[in-house]
């Protein structure tokens, strides 16, 4: 398993001149643990393509109600009477 800082821990019988301190089953755990990393980011990576499109749903739907409140609006404004100027 890992060590206290996500580091796999070197076997303690390993000599000190020796390259290759790891064996089949440490390279077997290291791609087990890079797969699993890597099927969490492919997770990630779905759910912020999901969330970026929700995103651009809900501002292109907020930009179509500000045309249509605006709209509304402006309509509103030319139906209305102008409103009687007070004498003073």
Do not use: W
Request: aromatic residues 4%.
């Amino acid at each position: 398993m890992s060590g206290p800082n996500g580091d796999l821990p070197v076997p303690a019988e390993a000599g000190a001149g020796e390259e290759d301190c790891f064996g089949e089953a440490e390279y077997a755990a290291i791609n087990s643990m890079l797969d699993q990393i890597n099927t969490c980011l492919d997770h990630l990576e779905e759910k912020n393509d999901h969330l970026h499109a929700r995103l651009k749903e809900l501002l292109e739907s907020n930009r179509q109600t500000r045309v249509e409140f605006q709209k509304q609006q402006q309509q509103q404004l030319s139906e209305s009477p102008p409103a009687p100027k007070p004498h003073p």
